[in-house]
């Protein structure tokens, strides 16, 4: 596919369709793609977990998954690039994103996620990302009301991710502010809470691995911007750690939800580079829409 130097270079690697909690099939996020002027789309449904949840893709729909995409792949190789993905849950001792189940699939790329904070013995499992009630029943149950030790744990959890599993992008990698507004928790300037995501960034820093920048929560109204915030975002710069932006569309209008606005903040912060994944590798292009 040929850029002129006008074409805006538009591409999203965290799309959820109906194979997983998003709202449509696959083509329809093609459809939508092509009009609003994508380069390149990524699926990337929730992979299987060994455990029942209303929002990860169930195992026997994997093989339908991988044959859905890469036939679209091929049916619309003139008009875009589509890209075989998967976001895959770390839960420790029990599955991650280089887990040989998934690294045999022969997907395009993985993304790396910590959603489930409590790898319980008997379930259920809650998520960082949850309802309030089961967010405050954790915290209650889990860590004694003590939400520095949560948010370390979160922390802890991606750091193991990173050290154990390969992966091409670590999604949200600060979640927990949906339960943060206007630090109603914890202040995001404490320095505990500093030393956690700086030791998370120091961890995932040289191993070429990709932090996205993620508008889904932006879009959905649940936090102010993007995921990481802004604050980190300078630290990733300083890090040199590389960086892409996705939205975690759950359907095909969210494809472009906040794009211009995230890239308006990283050119803010000091990017002046982004990562796009063309012809199957990582490419490094200017941060704004050319
Ligand atoms: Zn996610
Ligand atoms: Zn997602």
Redesign the pocket.
């Known amino acids: 596919m040929k850029q002129s130097s006008h074409t805006p270079i538009l591409t999203n690697y965290h799309t959820h369709c109906s194979f997983c909690d998003g709202s449509s099939n696959a083509e329809a996020y093609i459809t939508a793609a092509i009009e609003k002027g994508f380069t390149g789309l990524g699926f990337s449904s929730?992979a299987p977990v060994p455990f029942e949840t209303s929002w990860t893709m169930k195992k026997e729909d994997l093989a339908s998954y991988i044959r859905t995409v890469r036939d679209l792949q091929e049916r619309y190789k003139d008009r875009i690039e589509i890209y075989l993905g998967l976001?895959i849950d770390y839960i420790p001792g029990t599955m991650g994103p280089s887990a040989p189940a998934f690294r045999d699939l022969g997907l395009d790329y993985t993304l790396g996620?910590v959603?489930f904070i409590r790898n319980r013995q008997n379930g259920p499992f809650p998520t960082m990302?949850g309802p309030e009630e089961e967010f405050m029943e954790v915290l209650e149950t889990c860590f004694d009301g003590d939400i520095s030790a949560l948010i370390s744990h979160y922390h802890s959890l991606i750091r193991d991710m990173v050290r154990e599993h390969t992966m091409d992008m670590v999604?949200?990698i600060d979640?927990y502010k949906v339960h943060n507004r206007n630090n109603s928790r914890f202040d995001e300037s404490a320095e505990w809470y500093k030393r956690e995501v700086l030791s998370t960034l120091e961890e995932i820093a040289g191993k070429g691995t990709i932090i996205e920048i993620n508008t889904g929560g932006w879009f959905r109204g649940k936090v102010d911007s993007v995921y990481p915030a802004p604050w980190i975002l300078k630290r990733i710069l300083a890090q040199g750690i590389p960086v892409t932006v996705n939205t975690?569309a759950h359907t095909p209008e969210a494809l472009d939800a906040f794009y211009p606005e995230s890239l308006d903040l990283l050119k803010e912060i000091g990017f002046t580079t982004r990562l796009v994944f063309r012809r199957g590798s990582w490419e490094e292009i200017p941060v704004q829409l050319q």
Request: glycine share 0%; no cysteine; aromatic share 0%.
């Open positions: 929730h976001e996620s959603h990302d999604s949200h979640l975690d």
